[in-house]
């Protein structure tokens, strides 16, 4: 869990962090990305978007790579993978727990 | 006209109670009130009238940057319009649209944006208590003798009252600002765990001005304070030797001739006191009218203690030296003085301590001295009259006597 305070990632900052896995995005197409994927199940505020994306780029999850006039692109670091990956096998781990126990 | 007149509310809850704060102000829409802009030093909220409909009102912390213009727009890309800041503390934005997400969805990125803001309250009231309490200490340092001497004279008896209370305030001021902190954290600690915002109960206040409540407890706060500084204790009387603990020698008594050009009735005068630590306190002036004529004065203090009296006289000893530098150095006193020497010790039989200075008054030659015997403490200055060895032996003989009070 290195990067992060305490704790597993929320919902928000698990997909916030995956929407940059296929490229560099700004905060509405992350926004965006977010919605389309979890099909309107995770909302995501602006106050929690750009709150995140400030905690992400000081714990070296994510970096800036342009900026548009108010549009800031950024893209996910090899640190930023490496929790991500951390939080998929942990969440992985949870689901196969749970369907061991129903069987 | 009466519609755009703005409506002026008192915060019903501290800022820090976020969800509070929000409920009354979406409260505030459904009656009508939509928020125009928050004072907070006012401590009141201003809305415009319009039809009552749901409106949403968030706090959002604010992070490294003030008035970051960006996040404003950003903001407004997705529903949530700026409406007014708290300074260093947090940004207002609302929303009409039912369907926009809320400002923060995730409560722990909540509580991450708080962090910063918990950072900045905790400096703002380190800043708050250590400001005024170096200031405080500076002040009691710079008349630290001043302020030893009051504490066994008890000249000024309200003096350490008034820094007490001072001393309060600044702890009742370090106590809330530490309770604010302890608040924050805890509702960051609620955030962590996933939990939802409660919030806390409602303070009854009054919709009066600002102003009609904190000017008049400021005024009766600084004219007690000033009173209690300023009040002096001694009694000024006109000077009858008589009246005081021992049969101290006055002019006339110190000199050897008759002095005619005296009139003593104009300039002369005492003053007494009493203190726990110090239980007599006597000081009387004897002089002649106007510049350049023999002068008296006499500090005497019996007090209640060896210790008290070793202390006193320090402090004392000290106070005359100073005055005495003071008007070596100054020209245009009536009290100015030349060719000062500075207090050297001296042996005399029966005295614990005595110090001896000489100068010249306006062509006289002048003395002084300060000893101290056992609990008693005397002062003395004399110009353009009796030598130091005829003045020393009339006041010590005085001493010896029983007090006549």
């Given at each position: ?44 505020g602006p106050g929690t978007?750009y709150t995140?994306?400030a ?49 | ?5 703005l409506v002026k509310k008192p915060l019903p809850c501290s800022i820090f109670d976020i969800q509070g704060l929000q409920d009354w102000l979406d409260g505030m829409a459904?009656?009508?009130l939509f928020l125009e802009r928050l004072s907070y030093h006012n401590d009141r909220a201003f809305f415009r ?6 409106v949403r009102y968030r706090l959002d912390p604010v992070g490294e940057h003030w008035n970051d213009v960006e996040r404003k727009e950003n903001y407004a890309?997705m529903g949530w319009e700026f409406v007014d800041a708290i300074p260093r503390t947090f940004y207002l934005f609302s929303c009409d ?5 809320e400002l923060h969805?995730?409560p722990?990125t909540l509580s991450y944006a708080l962090k910063t803001l918990v950072r900045r309250q905790r400096q703002d009231n380190m800043l708050l208590v250590?400001a ?41 001021l370090a106590?809330y600002g530490m309770y604010q902190v302890i608040r924050l954290n805890k509702l960051r600690?609620t955030l ?5 915002l409660q919030a806390g109960r409602r303070h009854?206040r009054p919709n009066l001005p600002y102003l009609?409540i904190f ?191």
């Amino acid at each position: 869990m290195a990067g992060r305070e305490k704790g597993p990632l929320t919902e928000p900052m698990y997909y916030v962090l995956m929407s940059f896995l296929r490229r560099e995005r700004c905060g509405t197409e992350i926004t965006g990305f977010v919605e389309e994927k979890t099909q309107g199940r995770v909302k995501l505020g602006p106050g929690t978007l750009y709150t995140l994306l400030a905690k992400f780029q000081e714990e070296g999850l994510i970096a800036e790579t342009g900026v548009d006039g108010r549009k800031r692109t950024y893209r996910i670091t090899d640190k930023g993978l490496a929790v991500f990956q951390e939080e998929l096998e942990r969440l992985r781990a949870c689901v196969t727990d749970g369907e061991e126990e129903r069987q | 006209m009466k519609r755009n007149k703005l409506v002026k509310k008192p915060l019903p809850c501290s800022i820090f109670d976020i969800q509070g704060l929000q409920d009354w102000l979406d409260g505030m829409a459904l009656q009508g009130l939509f928020l125009e802009r928050l004072s907070y030093h006012n401590d009141r909220a201003f809305f415009r009238r319009g039809e009552p409909r749901p409106v949403r009102y968030r706090l959002d912390p604010v992070g490294e940057h003030w008035n970051d213009v960006e996040r404003k727009e950003n903001y407004a890309q997705m529903g949530w319009e700026f409406v007014d800041a708290i300074p260093r503390t947090f940004y207002l934005f609302s929303c009409d649209d039912p369907e926009v997400p809320e400002l923060h969805s995730d409560p722990a990125t909540l509580s991450y944006a708080l962090k910063t803001l918990v950072r900045r309250q905790r400096q703002d009231n380190m800043l708050l208590v250590l400001a005024p309490t170096t200031l405080l200490a500076f002040l009691l340092l710079a008349n630290w003798n001043e302020f030893c001497a009051n504490l066994l004279l008890w000249e000024h008896p309200f003096q350490p009252l008034v820094i007490l209370f001072l001393v309060g305030l600044l702890l009742a001021l370090a106590v809330y600002g530490m309770y604010q902190v302890i608040r924050l954290n805890k509702l960051r600690r609620t955030l962590d765990d996933g939990l939802p915002l409660q919030a806390g109960r409602r303070h009854w206040r009054p919709n009066l001005p600002y102003l009609a409540i904190f000017l008049p407890v400021t005024l009766l706060i600084n004219l007690l304070s000033s009173l209690a500084m300023n009040y002096v204790a001694m009694e000024f009387l006109d000077l009858d030797l008589s009246a005081l603990s021992h049969p101290w020698p006055g002019l006339a008594q110190m000199e050897t001739a008759p002095l005619p050009a005296l009139r003593p009735e104009h300039y002369s005068y005492m003053t007494v006191n009493r203190s726990p630590a110090v239980p007599v306190q006597e000081h009387y002036t004897d002089r002649g009218a106007g510049f350049g004529k023999p002068l008296l004065k006499v500090w005497y203090y019996q007090a209640a203690s060896p210790s008290a009296a070793r202390r006193l006289y320090h402090l004392k000893r000290k106070e005359l030296e100073k005055d005495l530098k003071h008007y070596n150095d100054t020209s245009n006193s009536s009290e100015s003085i030349t060719g000062l020497t500075p207090f050297v010790p001296m042996e005399y039989p029966g005295l614990d301590v005595l110090e001896t200075a000489s100068y010249r008054y306006s062509g006289l030659d002048g003395w002084a001295l300060a000893l101290r015997r056992g609990n008693d403490v005397l002062l003395v200055r004399c110009a353009g009259s009796a030598p130091l060895e005829r003045g020393l032996a009339l006041l010590l003989d005085a001493l010896g006597e029983e007090e006549v009070l």
